[in-house]
């Protein structure tokens, strides 16, 4: 499996994944509800995932999966009529899982629903009440300041109601059932870096992986956060096993620098190939711990599974002044963003899954290369992009323990001309791969 070969280049995967998020950003997303249901529609028309509906009530782990919610519309009206907060213009406008609500208020009445971001008075912020039921609306600050003390009418025309948890799944099956898993949350409403980039890069990850048959089965999840990644690791116990590693993809359309959390773990091979990726890739980036909050990596390392997942971003949760708020939208992610994010994902995936283990079949002194046509000093070297010395790091330090990746960190050399030299090895006879 080689994604970093598909045949596309940087614009066309820029364009096609912004594409894909300016397509979703309208859409009204929540933990539950239509929303979803409809930004899993349209991710169908890229591949064939599969829509799972569980529903209100299923108990899973010390969780219970809650009531869906919908909304049709919603507005602040003043006293002469006039709607001075619209649903419409932005879903971000009524906190999510807002109750129903039609009535009179008066001004400090109403404030007491209000959420503004004073120290940035242009923008909305996202609120959210998931599980305490509540209403309430999120406004500019300069909106905010332009109330007086008059009746508002409030309406909001939502519903919460028994329903189901929606969350999309897409398997594809590689060599071997050993499993690599990449999760991203498809719950937040208008908001593109923290939702839509990780839901798009993914998406089209999925695309190109499927074109291929990969070493290890790939499993794609677009759920709802926190509640979705519960959800699935209680209803899909038996499957956690074959989890080895895996991916969170958040936050990848800015033009920060990339960031990748660790694995609780911290030492997996999901971590060290994440750090090899980052730091040849002549970028500032930061590596930085597990820490038990931020988004579903959370669940998956949490102590009863200990999964090998780690957290790919660019500028990480809460660190950007745009997180959670309406500037977090179509100009905040940028097309060449999105795709240098897709083109470092992909990076890790190739050498995930090309980072095997070998055996040299002559540990007992070097093979003799020249008779094989593969010692530059015989035979002038046939094939310029086989590296005498990477064939001869490769040679040495095949001794069933290190795997390529450990090869190319100890060499210096890069990860494909390592690779490119075990091949060339294999294909002589002069290599075997461990487990195989
Ligand atoms: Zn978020």
Excluded at 58 to 63: C, G, L, M, S, Y
Aim: aromatic fraction near 12%.
């Amino acid at each position: 499996m080689n994604i970093s070969s598909i045949k596309t280049s940087s614009e066309e995967i820029a364009q096609e994944v912004y594409q894909l998020v300016y397509q979703l950003y309208p859409i009204c997303r929540s933990i539950t509800g239509n929303g979803v249901r409809e930004t899993l529609k349209l991710i169908q028309q890229h591949i064939p995932l599969s829509v799972h509906e569980v529903p209100t009530g299923t108990q899973i782990f010390d969780w219970t999966v809650p009531k869906e919610w919908n909304i049709k519309d919603a507005y602040i009206k003043n006293s002469q009529g006039k709607k001075i907060v619209d649903f419409a213009n932005s879903n971000l406008h009524v906190v999510s899982y807002s109750l129903p609500i039609d009535k009179k208020v008066f001004l400090t009445e109403l404030k007491a629903h209000l959420f503004t971001l004073p120290e940035y008075p242009d923008w909305i912020p996202f609120r959210t009440s998931y599980y305490k039921e509540a209403w309430g609306f999120c406004l500019s600050h300069n909106q905010y300041l332009e109330l007086n003390d008059q009746e508002y009418e409030v309406f909001i025309d939502s519903s919460l109601e028994p329903g189901h948890l929606t969350y999309g799944e897409y398997y594809i099956p590689g060599k071997s059932t050993d499993e690599v898993l990449i999760s991203c949350h498809v719950c937040h409403p208008s908001l593109c870096n923290d939702n839509l980039s990780g839901i798009a890069i993914a998406t089209f990850i999925a695309k190109y992986l499927s074109q291929t048959t990969p070493r290890y089965s790939y499993r794609f999840l677009w759920i709802p956060g926190t509640i979705g990644s519960i959800t699935w690791l209680a209803l899909n116990e038996a499957k956690v096993n074959n989890i080895k590693h895996g991916l969170v993809l958040t936050c990848l359309g800015d033009s920060g620098n990339f960031t990748y959390k660790k694995s609780r773990r911290g030492d997996t091979e999901i971590d060290k190939v994440a750090a090899y990726v980052l730091k040849n890739s002549k970028q500032d980036y930061k590596i930085i711990d597990f820490f038990p909050y931020g988004y579903d990596e959370r669940q998956y390392c949490s102590p009863g599974f200990n999964l090998a997942v780690g957290c790919l971003m660019r500028s990480s949760h809460n660190c950007f002044p745009e997180y959670h708020t309406s500037a977090d939208d179509l100009n905040f992610v940028q097309p060449q963003y999105l795709a240098e994010s897709f083109f470092q994902c992909s990076s890790i995936l190739h050498i995930l899954n090309n980072n095997d283990i070998y055996y040299s079949k002559n540990p007992k002194c070097e093979p003799q290369l020249g008779r094989r046509g593969l010692y530059q000093a015989y035979n002038g070297r046939p094939d310029s992009r086989l590296n005498q010395m990477a064939t001869l790091w490769v040679l040495n330090l095949s001794d069933g323990q290190q795997t390529l990746l450990d090869i190319a960190e100890r060499s210096g050399m890069s990860f494909d001309m390592i690779k490119y030299a075990a091949d060339t090895l294999l294909a002589h006879d002069l290599l075997t791969i461990k487990n195989s």
